[in-house]
């Protein structure tokens, strides 16, 4: 990495000379650009810019697994020294000019130019054969330690990959190696690590490439975290950077995946390198607008039709009896863990779990435990005892591990709107349910309107190999992908399926049919029997914070 950077330096130097030297001999007049403004925009034209303005995003999750995107407008004017830094507009093109915005508000201080889209790194010298020395050969890989039946491997990325001259951190990946020949599975998560290839390892027989998510667990880099560099066109660089070092170890297809946030993190991946992958299957992967996406609301008063009216009412009273009872659910909670919000923090706590509740009992399987409801007319330990594991996940260390996540929907991501009608008379906070109240002390969030109107577009008009998995009663399906026009894409929904929809949980035609369509984007066979097939399901997730992968 070092040398690369040398290279750059040396390259900005030859070309800032260029740059000078020709506004001399042409007398250009720079009268009105006293600033140094300049657009790179691929055509060789690039005007420096001396103010080294930083917009960025955020990306998190919600499990304990976590995951997060975001974009903030927290304008960094940071130059790394004298020298004026080249200003480069991104419109999202994969083709290889220096437009990537490091903030998705398409104004990038870049130094070097965006990799073209399917450009791997060139092979490094390397004797070893096995899996292990080869990995050891990867220029950015810092570590490698064989553990959980593959290989954890900490790998080196730039904190601002546009400027990586400001430093840099490692990112922890997982290997699990089966051949050299076989296809690959690169696992996006939107949060931290696991080793788990997810469905798709069940399914064929391939090598999986698991990736934590930037500025999450130990994916960090030492110091505060820099959240300005917590967006999706960073995260994108890194999987890019990721698959480029690694493909000449694999060089069969790749296929990306991810659920929840880390199929979000799939998707903002392929919108900006389009061509690295042959495919992407991404589940229960919403896209939402705004601070407060309208279509959730919707949703959750009518999920289930007639059918599940009585259980929807039953909901709505609990949520309103638990508020009701705030100081009795307050005396049976630790408060010492719920200090995060500040004055009347545990109070604030009990009201934005239910403000929640009713989009997480439906996420996490509601359909199926209806008949468990406690009466709304119960006393203050029953209700507790039903509210108590959405009032936990308000505590400290929660939102703490979650605070890239929140970070990332202030400022890209976007939140679902909640429905609290019912609630409007025994609610005292309302206005602290954003993400602005979610922010530590000096960290602000600005939300970037265009960044998911933007991936939308990209769906529709340039997506290609796409697979959507959603399931019929989790509400963040009312934040499905419209992917009419994507090509060679395909969407299918798990009947009464929840957050936890996967292939196994679709019916068997369209079972097949979505294996088929991995199976080809692979070029390889499956590795389980019709029988493994008819049998493979998934089970419901617990209830847990929004989104769980």
Not at 188 to 213: D, I
Not at 238 to 246: E, P, R, V
Not at 520 to 549: C, F, H, M, Y
Request: with cysteine; hydrophobic share 35%.
């Amino acid at each position: 990495m070092e040398n690369r950077l040398i290279c750059w330096w040396v390259l900005v130097g030859v070309l800032l000379m260029a740059a000078a030297c020709s506004d001399d001999s042409e007398g250009s007049d720079d009268d009105d650009h006293s600033a140094g403004d300049a657009d790179t925009d691929g055509d060789g034209d690039a005007d420096t810019d001396s103010d080294s303005d930083s917009d960025t995003d955020a990306d998190a999750d919600s499990d304990t697994d976590g995951d997060t995107d975001g974009d903030s407008d927290s304008d960094a004017d940071s130059d790394s020294d004298a020298d004026a830094d080249t200003d480069a507009d991104t419109d999202g093109d994969t083709d290889g000019d220096a437009d990537t915005d490091s903030d998705g508000d398409g104004d990038t201080d870049s130094s070097i130019p965006d990799p073209e889209c399917g450009e791997e790194d060139p092979e490094p010298p390397c004797d070893d054969t096995d899996i292990q020395g080869m990995l050891e050969c990867v220029p950015q890989v810092t570590s490698v330690s064989p553990g959980d039946g593959g290989y954890h491997v900490r790998f080196e990325q730039a904190i601002d990959q546009y400027r990586p001259w400001l430093g840099s951190f490692n990112q922890r990946l997982f290997v699990r190696h089966r051949s050299f020949d076989s296809p690959t599975v690169f696992v996006t998560k939107g949060y931290s690590l696991s080793t788990s290839g997810g469905e798709l390892a069940q399914l064929f027989s391939v090598n999986v490439v698991v990736a934590e998510h930037r500025f999450f667990r130990e994916s960090v880099p030492s110091g505060d975290i820099p959240w300005e560099y917590l967006t999706i066109q960073q995260a994108a660089r890194d999987l890019h950077d990721i698959w480029a070092a690694l493909k000449w170890i694999y060089p069969k297809a790749w296929v990306t995946t991810g659920a929840s946030k880390g199929g979000e993190t799939a998707i903002f991946y392929r919108r900006y390198y389009d061509c690295d992958v042959e495919g992407t299957v991404a589940y229960v992967a919403p896209i939402v607008y705004g601070w407060a996406d309208p279509r959730f609301v919707e949703f959750v008063q009518t999920v289930g039709g007639s059918e599940f009216a009585d259980c929807r009412q039953r909901l709505r009273d609990l949520q309103q009896a638990t508020l009701e009872m705030r100081d009795e659910m307050v005396a049976r909670m630790n408060t010492s863990n719920f200090t995060w919000f500040g004055e009347n923090s545990p109070e604030k706590s009990v009201e934005h779990s239910m403000l929640e509740a009713s989009h997480l009992f439906w996420q996490g399987g509601g359909a199926s435990r209806c008949d468990s409801l406690p009466s709304p007319d119960g006393t203050a330990d029953q209700i507790y005892n039903w509210a108590k594991s959405y009032i936990n996940d308000w505590d400290d260390g929660t939102i703490g591990f979650f605070l890239p996540y929140y970070y990332a929907v202030g400022v890209q991501l976007g939140l679902p709107g909640v429905d609290d009608e019912h609630l409007l008379d025994v609610m005292d906070f309302r206005e602290t349910y954003t993400p602005p109240h979610y922010m530590p002390d000096g960290v602000t969030v600005t939300l970037d309107e265009e960044a998911m109107p933007d991936i939308q577009e990209w769906v529709k008009a340039e997506g290609e190999a796409l697979l959507f998995i959603y399931g019929e009663f989790d509400p963040w399906t009312a934040g499905e992908y419209d992917h009419v026009g994507a090509a060679d894409s395909y969407k299918y929904v798990a009947v009464r399926g929840s957050h936890s929809a996967r292939i196994g949980s679709l019916e068997p035609a369209d079972k097949e049919a979505a294996i088929s369509t991995v199976e080809r984007w692979l070029n390889t066979e499956r590795a389980i029997s019709a029988k493994q097939l008819s049998e493979l399901v998934i089970e419901e997730p617990r209830e847990g914070r929004r989104p769980r992968d």
